[in-house]
């Protein structure tokens, strides 16, 4: 099931385009993929996002969508089937506040935090285990966020299991203690269960080169500014 008009706009690397694609495939939708140079982006994806400029971006019947979190909506509306979100209002309430939290006090935290050195990394990495305990408490009784089910909370932390542990070799710092989120970790063991994310993991050594790489850029530009 799926439309040849749809085209995803993304990069291998990127825990963003992760999610749409993990998304589009347990709804079982065909798509094109175009792999972006986010370098040399393409004439098409600054068409399609010329306001941000970044991926990734859904391209259904000639209409753009950005941003990860937009997009998994757009496509859980627009495909009803394995849907991601809950029909009662006040539970999809609840997923979309959860959604936020992790997004503001995770996810932007690590990227800070690998993306710096020193005292400014050991505060964000003090954010990360504060929301990871936090989560950590969501989780518990559950076999994923979304319950027995993979929902939209699951997906928005798909990439976790795959870039979190490159994120601490690459940064050189170490929050996530299986000991101490026990829950954490049976989550992403659940995760990585299943075929289609094990399909749809980038290999960890390319994950490692690139990251190394990306780190470096960011700290000489940092630190030359």
């Not at 757009?74 to 991601?84: A, F, S």
């Not at 203690?177 to 970790?185: G, I, R, T």
Request: hydrophobic letters at 40%; one cysteine or more.
């Amino acid at each position: 099931m799926g439309s040849p008009e749809l085209k995803l706009f993304g990069a291998w690397f990127s825990p963003f385009s992760f999610r749409v694609k993990l998304a589009l495939k347990l709804k079982g939708i065909q798509y094109e993929y175009a792999e972006e140079d986010l370098q040399n982006k393409s004439p098409e994806l600054l068409k399609y996002s010329p306001v941000h400029k970044k991926i990734p971006v859904l391209v259904h019947d000639g209409k753009p969508i950005v941003e990860s979190l937009i997009i998994l909506e757009y496509i859980d509306e627009t495909w009803k089937q394995n849907p991601l979100l809950p029909e009662d209002p006040y539970e999809r309430a609840m997923v979309r506040f959860w959604v936020t939290f992790a997004e503001e006090k995770f996810i932007e935290a690590l990227r800070r935090a690998l993306f710096s050195e020193g005292t400014k990394q050991e505060k964000e990495v003090k954010q990360i285990a504060e929301a990871l305990e936090i989560l950590e408490r969501e989780l518990k009784g559950k076999k994923f966020f979304g319950g027995e089910t993979i929902g939209f909370l699951d997906i928005a932390l798909s990439w976790v299991p795959a870039w979190l542990g490159v994120m601490e070799e690459v940064a050189s710092f170490k929050v996530f203690d299986s000991n101490k989120f026990p829950c954490f970790k049976e989550w992403m063991d659940n995760f990585q269960e299943f075929s289609i994310t094990k399909e749809t993991f980038p290999p960890r050594d390319e994950l490692l080169v690139f990251f190394q790489n990306f780190r470096q850029l960011k700290l000489a530009s940092t630190n030359s500014n």
